[in-house]
C-alpha cells in the first residue's frame, strides 16, 4: 500500500544510510480503534535506515494531528499524536523490507484510552451535566451530610 516504506536493503547496505522524510495521507493510519480520537491531519515521518553489522537500524519519528473528545468533560479538542521509532531488522534474504506496519503500529500504540482536554480538566457535574470547566454549578452547595443534621439545625439559638 505504500511504496515509500518499502525498503531495499541491499540498497540501505550500499548508502549505509538512508532518510525517509515527507507526508502520507491520513489514510496510512486506517480507523482508530476508539471513538474518543479521529485523525484529521496528513501522518508527517522523519526516519533514517541504517545498516549495522547483522541488519538493519530503524530510527526516527512519526506523528499526525488528532480531534479528540475528552473523556471528562466531552468538549472536542486537537492534540499532537506522535512516536519515537526504533526497530532492528535482522539481516536475511528477502529483496524487500516492508517497515509500514511498524511504523504505522508505533503510533497507534500512543493513542490515549482516555484523553483528557488538559490535566486540571474538572469535567461534568455528575448531578446536572454542567461543564464545570465553564462555570460551576450550585450541586455542591447542598451539604453532603445526613438528612438528619438539617433537621437539626434550628434547634441552635
Ligand atoms: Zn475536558
Ligand atoms: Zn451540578
New binding site residues.
Given amino acids: 500500500m505504500n511504496k515509500v516504506f518499502r525498503i531495499s536493503p541491499s540498497q540501505v547496505e550500499r548508502e549505509r544510510k538512508i532518510q525517509l522524510t515527507g507526508e502520507l495521507p491520513v489514510e496510512f493510519l486506517g480507523e482508530p480503534d476508539t471513538e474518543m480520537v479521529k485523525f484529521s491531519h496528513p501522518v508527517k515521518y522523519s526516519l533514517e535506515l541504517s545498516a549495522t553489522l547483522g541488519g538493519i537500524v530503524l530510527n526516527g519519528q512519526i506523528s499526525t494531528q488528532t480531534e479528540c473528545v475528552c473523556g471528562r468533560c466531552l468538549n472536542k479538542f486537537d492534540s499532537e499524536l506522535s512516536a519515537k521509532i526504533c526497530h532492528f531488522y535482522e539481516k536475511d534474504d528477502s529483496s524487500e523490507l516492508d517497515i509500514a506496519e511498524d511504523v504505522r503500529e508505533d503510533l497507534l500504540l500512543e493513542i490515549p484510552m482516555n484523553p483528557n482536554c488538559s490535566k486540571n480538566c474538572k469535567g461534568l ?1 455528575l ?4 461543564d464545570l470547566n465553564k462555570k460551576t ?4 452547595d447542598t451539604p453532603a451530610g445526613h438528612p438528619v443534621w438539617d433537621d437539626l439545625k434550628p434547634v441552635k439559638k
Fill in positions: 457535574c448531578k446536572c451535566g454542567q454549578c450550585k450541586c455542591d
